[in-house]
């Protein structure tokens, strides 16, 4: 097991009664990345379009630094982006507005609450 976090090179913790070692720095570029991802999947809060690529590609171009960042997205941030017309960039928007009347379960899921 990596004693340091490959991406932040943070000391990595493994919790008593647990296996996996965790890199436990919430400023982690993979866990943001991760976080993210898990927060727009179709078990979270089902943001359809928002798939990996498109996050890493947000993520890259400093458009959101956080899950939260996603509602504050505007189109033309979308639209600029390599292979995102105006279309798709509405999409996305469209979806990320669509996920505000999701129920609290799917937040809290989104969310990544451990325990």
Known sequence: MPEFCPACSQRTVRLIGEAATRCINSSCPAQLLRTIIHFASRDAMDIEGMGPSIVVTI??????????????????????????????????INAINKSKSNDLAKLIFGLGIRF
């Open 59 to 92: 993520v890259d171009k400093n458009i959101i630094s956080s899950f939260a960042d996603l509602y504050y997205i505007k189109p033309e941030d979308l639209s600029s982006l390599e292979r995102m017309g105006e279309k798709s960039a509405n999409n996305i």
